[in-house]
């Protein structure tokens, strides 16, 4: 029986770990060498993708390769050398989008991102920081009037799978967005969708909730996991973590830890930058919007709105190159009146194992040794939803969707 755990790891993925086997009984300490909620949780749209149910490699990225491959696009931005330092992962990405592979895995990320509003509204009650939930949507935007039948073709694609959109015209965006430049012939709202206004505040108050309930939090480094009797050691620089289990949910870092154990997940990262900009006086955006042809989307947040840019396919550590986020500003600030920038651009870095698909579940030949990582462009929204799917199988209870397709042995033997 499971009485003791580590998750490393404090992002949204960890927190929700660390909350949901707290919830069994099981004594949790959570190690992350920032304080919570400081990184790839920190910098999102905070968007509650519940309609987020496409693979970002789904069969139509073969017909737009042509238009990425130059860099000029602003939804991808492509690093030759990071191409072909590691082509394998890049390949592999691309034969997963292929048309037979689409159906099974709009179906595992249906089931994953279904309930995100649901278990975040709860949590967010539960932390007292439901104040910062919005339920009224997310606005695709669209600039030409080409863009009807891409409107057409996602309402029904939604409505195929049970969820509801509307297609507006110039004036009914106006109605729902009336600060909005009239520079959109055709939008898609989606009301399912939530927004948070701060996603590092969420996920420190749900840090802070694990703590409230006698969770044991530490600042510390981890450096190496090895296996200790019958259960893990975590490094640290704050000394040794011992514990029956330990759960990997370090984000884009979760491969560092595992590849000296002999595991490779195959994950990289699409990296993203955020830039705060103030609106004007006596404007508002009341949810998140997505602007299809600038490929950006502006969320309203506590700290300004926040434009987030498209992918980067990058060396995770590489320096910043700003060329999609400054393209994205330029965007928005045609679609918005918005002032000055506020404050730095940040840059974070989606974790993405080859399928879009996250991996969750006890690594091959590492009894004792659970994975939580990879939920690329939805790991805010599907945080809770991995938490739990995590302490339900180590408590050996019946998750609450199948787990099968989010098998860590997919990738590794
Ligand atoms: C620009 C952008 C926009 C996005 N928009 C959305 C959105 O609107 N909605 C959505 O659902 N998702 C969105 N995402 C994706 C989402 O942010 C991520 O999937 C999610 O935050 C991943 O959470 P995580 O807990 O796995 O990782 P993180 O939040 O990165 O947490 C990992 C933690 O591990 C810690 N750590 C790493 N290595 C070590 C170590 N050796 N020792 C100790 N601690 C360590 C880090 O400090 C960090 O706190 C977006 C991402 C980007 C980049």
Not at 239 to 259: H, Q, T, Y
Not at 277 to 305: F, I, S
Not at 328 to 345: D, H, M, N, Q
């Amino acid at each position: 029986m499971t009485r003791t755990a580590l998750v490393l790891g404090a992002g949204m993925v960890g927190v929700s770990c660390a909350l949901a086997l707290q919830k069994r009984g099981i004594a949790v300490t959570l190690i992350d060498r920032k304080e919570p909620g400081r990184e790839t949780s920190y910098g999102n749209a905070g968007v509650l993708a519940s309609s987020s149910i496409v693979p970002l490699n789904n069969p139509s990225l073969y017909a737009k390769i042509a238009d990425y491959l130059g860099n000029r696009h602003p939804a991808l931005n492509l690093s030759w050398r990071r191409a072909f330092t590691r082509p394998g992962w890049l390949l592999r990405f691309l034969w997963e989008a292929r048309p037979s592979q689409a159906a099974a895995r709009i179906a595992a990320l249906q089931a994953l991102t279904a309930s995100t509003v649901d278990r975040h509204r709860a949590l967010m009650t539960e932390a007292g920081v439901a104040h910062r939930l919005r339920e009224n949507g997310t606005l695709k935007l669209w600039r030409t009037e080409a863009g009807h039948a891409g409107a057409q073709a996602e309402h029904d694609f939604l409505k195929r799978h049970g969820i509801a959109s509307q297609i507006l015209d110039r004036q009914g965006i106006s109605a729902v967005e009336p600060s909005l430049n009239p520079i959109f012939p055709v939008g898609l709202l989606i009301p399912s969708v939530g927004s948070v206004d701060s996603p590092g505040a969420v996920t420190a108050a749900y840090a802070a909730l694990f703590a409230e309930r006698g969770g044991r939090i530490e600042r510390a480094e981890v450096t190496a996991l090895a296996r200790q009797g019958a259960g893990w050691r975590a490094s640290t620089t704050k000394g040794a973590f011992d514990a029956d289990i330990a759960v990997v949910a370090l984000g884009p870092w979760s491969g560092d830890l595992l590849e000296p154990l002999g595991l490779d997940p195959r994950l990289d990262v699409e990296r993203g930058y955020h830039r705060h900009l103030k609106p004007q006086p006596g404007t508002n955006l009341a949810r998140p919007v997505y602007d299809v042809d600038g490929a950006y989307y502006m969320a309203p947040m506590e700290q300004g709105y926040r434009i987030t840019s498209g992918v980067d396919l990058s060396f995770r550590d590489a320096p910043d190159n700003h060329r999609q986020i400054d393209s994205a500003t330029a965007s928005a600030r045609e679609a918005f009146p918005l002032g000055e920038v506020i404050g730095e651009t940040w840059r974070g870095a989606r974790p993405t194992l080859p399928d879009s698909v996250p991996m969750i579940g006890e690594a091959p030949r590492h009894p004792g040794l659970w994975l939580a990582f990879g939920n690329q462009h939805i790991g805010f929204s599907t945080g809770p939803i991995t938490g739990e799917m995590i302490a339900a199988m180590v408590c050996r209870e019946k998750p609450p969707i199948d787990p099968a397709p989010f098998r860590p042995g997919r990738y590794m033997s």
